[in-house]
């Protein structure tokens, strides 16, 4: 069974990210990019290993921002067009300090782009994380070496209009968004 609605108070931020595919063309401050990636920095991670790396383009940096733009899959690619920053996040996968796996390395990573996306919503930016891209492309063109596991790419910028979508997605936009209910995956038993 799926809700809508907050079901227990949470703090304002939460309740307003979402991950919105209309993008104004509207260029992003470099401060608030540098904001963006402080969030990231003061996420929690094993070890404190901080194992999170970032590439990122802004589309005025027209080669750096196609090459990341050109490996998302075409759905992405029809509304992920306008984003004016794009941002590949990649993990670390051994401990600097002994070479060893780091399990947690992607976990980690994803935390950091979690707090990287609050601070985003605080800054009035939508982050619409993608696991929908051609992830050897990147590697290749980035030349992101074999110590790197590939994250997500996330397309960033202040929302634009909804109307200007594609009907299917237009229609996505304004549905409401469901999340499965606090019993289906809080226990407070053995399975
Ligand atoms: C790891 C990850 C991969 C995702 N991949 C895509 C994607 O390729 N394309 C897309 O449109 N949305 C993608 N999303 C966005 C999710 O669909 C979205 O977060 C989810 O539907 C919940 O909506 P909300 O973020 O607005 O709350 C991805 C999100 C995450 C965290």
Known sequence: MES?????????LIQ????????????????????LFEAAR?????????????IYATKSQSEMWNKLFDALNE???????DAPLLVLSLARKKF???????HTALYDM????????????ELGLNVHQMGGFDGSKVRNDFN??????I???????????????PANLKQRESAPRVRRKLQEFVMNKSF
């Open 144 to 149: 992101v070496g074999d110590e790197y596991e």
């Open 110 to 121: 994803g935390a950091a782009n979690a707090f990287l996306s609050l601070q985003a919503t």
């Open 16 to 35: 307003q990210r979402r991950s919105s595919r209309a993008y104004a063309h509207e260029h992003i401050e470099q401060e608030k990019i540098n904001s």
């Open 42 to 54: 003061w996420a929690p991670s094993s070890m404190n290993e901080q194992p999170w790396t970032y």
């Open 151 to 165: 994250g997500v790419i996330m397309a960033i910028g202040y929302p634009g209009d909804p109307s200007q979508l």
């Open 4 to 12: 809508s609605k907050i079901d227990h108070p949470v703090t304002d």
């Open 75 to 81: 759905g992405n690619q029809i509304w992920a067009k």
């Open 96 to 102: 600097q300090r002994n070479d060893r796996t780091n």
